[in-house]
């Protein structure tokens, strides 16, 4: 298939390799609202450029990345360069070698199985030390410092962050989940305690954003939209995208297990609540574009996805 033109790209380009000559492209069709494009040269190491109608998103992105290389062992794909063009904002990293998780994952070995779930553990936790805020909701740039653009959080401003974007989660279900709605909601509501540290919410940390390397996990490659948020609420997520999405529920609780033993080798585990799983399956469940979200591998069809998360959010209501 033809690569369509694009000025912007070739400008891009200009500035980061100006006088290497380009022998192909591929746009990576990803579930992101970025257009990510693999550049191969001819006499040079090939790059990813990622592309965002909104320059902030992308200057967002780009700092995150940077600071999660410094402050972490979490592997992310270098970055090599950023900034805007035509009203756009522009990424540029390194091409990091590997196989897509997503597709990989139900064919690796259970013990590899068991090490990929231990190191997104490991690798959250880390996170969750390297990156401390002092309010909840989607993270900015402040004077190049990465930030909430907040005052200090007070108990009632998790509950006020969280019950919104819990209640937001519960309404965009579809009908399917009518009979069951008021009991999600009613946990959200009865969701009470002492404001949490409000930490790096990386809600996308999952195979289907990372590339895997002779069983080790080669880079993870998405960053966009980071929030900050209670700890115990991206770990329900994480656990739900990496130890729940593939495999059986038996299997499931093995690498929920190494999950969080992965998470404890950093520091100590956050008391995940009803409150905190309702929220992030019930966020897992609809994608952005308002779709059902699809588990497995091969995805299974929109019935038994459907089906699927409605057994969790059961389960986490009994």
């Known amino acids: 298939m033809t690569t369509p033109p694009n000025p912007s790209l070739d400008r891009i380009l200009s500035q980061v390799r100006p006088s290497q000559r380009v022998d192909n492209t591929t746009i990576v069709e990803t579930g992101n609202r970025k257009r990510t494009t693999i550049v191969r040269f001819v006499d040079d ?14 200057r967002i992105e780009a700092a995150l990345v940077a600071a999660i290389a410094e402050r972490t062992s979490v592997p992310v794909a270098p970055l090599l360069a950023s900034g805007t063009d035509s009203g756009e904002g ?7 070698e590997g196989e897509d998780l997503h597709e990989r994952f ?3 070995g259970s013990e590899i199985q068991r090490q990929l779930a231990a190191a997104f553990g490991q690798y959250l936790a880390e996170l969750h030390e390297a990156f401390r805020f002092d309010s909840y909701g989607p993270i900015g740039l402040e004077n190049g410092r990465l930030d909430t653009g907040r005052q200090q959080s007070s108990g009632d401003d998790w509950q006020d962050w969280f019950g919104g974007f819990a209640d937001t989660s519960i309404e965009r279900l579809p009908a399917a989940f009518d009979s069951v709605r008021p009991r999600l909601q ?4 009865d969701e009470a305690g002492d404001a949490p540290p409000p930490r790096l919410f990386p809600w996308d940390l999952r195979p289907g954003n990372a590339l895997v ?30 130890a729940d999405w593939y495999v059986s529920p038996e299997q499931a609780d093995m690498l929920r297990a190494a999950f969080r033993v992965g998470y404890r080798s950093v520091r100590s585990l956050p008391v995940v609540r009803p409150a905190h799983r309702v929220a992030a399956i019930a966020d897992t469940a ?3 574009r308002g779709s059902v979200t699809k588990p497995r591998y ?3 069809d929109r019935e038994a996805a459907v089906a699927f998360h409605r057994r969790a959010l059961e389960q986490t209501l009994r």
Do not use: F, N, R
């Open 45 to 58: 190491e090939s790059v990813v450029v990622q592309q965002s109608d909104d320059p902030a998103v992308a």
């Open 286 to 288: 609809v994608d952005s």
């Open 186 to 189: 009613a946990v959200v509501q």
């Open 90 to 96: 522009w990424l540029v990293t390194s091409l990091v």
């Open 213 to 242: 390397d002779d069983g080790q996990l080669a880079a993870h490659v998405d960053w966009e939209g980071p929030l900050a948020a209670d700890p115990a609420l991206s770990v329900a997520k994480t656990e739900y995208l990496v």
């Open 298 to 300: 091969p995805p299974v």
């Open 106 to 108: 139900v064919d690796l």
